[in-house]
């Protein structure tokens, strides 16, 4: 089974711009979380969605969205970029709640670079 | 709530030596616990992971962890350190029921010399 996959890997973007980013998660999970990965605060949880709905969400401003969509495949949408929105995005899916453990699977990650 | 508290942000031992990296956990329901590895510009590897099953939990690469309710904990070790175990670690937390996010620890960094 293909893994997690995500795109783009590497995105340079100016400040005040916005950016997406798309994950396909691995075949016949529908469970898609994304994380922030930064030297100084860590791993931070985004959000998950799970059936094209969002059910969990962690505590980031309003510039911080996402979408899943009718085939599990979610992008998630970051407006007005601040030099300290520069991370690595990690996705990570899962078979969903009910499965016993419910795994997180990650992706490579998109790095993101603010300028 | 879940929380995650990894002890010791950078760990050296020499090939061939004892690898232990330390967890320690606080969940106010019955957690399900996972380690996870990150090797340089890639995204997490799960390891091994605990679900209320077997408390020592054999992975992958050699690695293995017991969940010990009494001292909320949940080590990794590896008998013998291998120099392709050079990474950073993370010990992670949810909890068992419903849409639960995974809660990282800090990471911890094994330097691993010949």
């Known amino acids: 089974k293909a893994g997690v996959t995500q795109t783009p890997r590497y995105l340079i973007k100016t400040r005040g711009q916005q950016v997406t980013l798309s994950c396909s998660p691995i075949s016949g999970h529908r469970s898609v979380s994304w994380y922030q990965q930064t030297p100084g605060q860590g791993l931070q949880f985004l959000f998950e969605y799970f059936s094209e709905t969002q059910r969990n969400k962690g505590n980031f401003p309003g510039r911080f969205s996402g979408r899943q969509f009718s085939n599990s495949r979610s992008e998630m949408n970051v407006s007005t970029l601040e030099l300290g929105d520069s991370a690595l995005y990690l996705c990570?899916?899962?078979?969903?709640?009910?499965?016993?453990?419910?795994?997180?699977?990650f992706g490579p990650g998109t790095r993101l670079t603010v300028l | 709530a879940q929380s995650v508290t990894q002890l010791g942000s950078h760990v050296s031992v020499s090939e061939g030596a004892l690898v232990l990296l330390r967890c320690n956990y606080s969940s106010s329901v019955p957690p399900y616990l996972f380690w996870y590895v990150q090797y340089p510009n890639q995204g997490l590897q799960l390891l091994l992971k605990?679900?209320?099953?077997?408390?020592l939990v054999k992975g992958i690469n050699g690695f293995e962890a017991e969940f010990k309710k009494s001292e909320t904990s949940f080590h990794l070790t590896k008998p013998s350190a291998h120099m392709s175990d050079a990474a950073e670690y993370f010990c992670a937390v949810r909890g068992n029921t419903g849409f639960q996010k995974l809660v990282f620890g800090t990471g911890t960094r094994l330097l691993v010399s010949p």
């Open positions: 605990y679900t209320s099953a077997a408390t």
């Open positions: 990570a899916s899962s078979l969903g709640p009910g499965q016993v453990g419910d795994t997180q699977y």
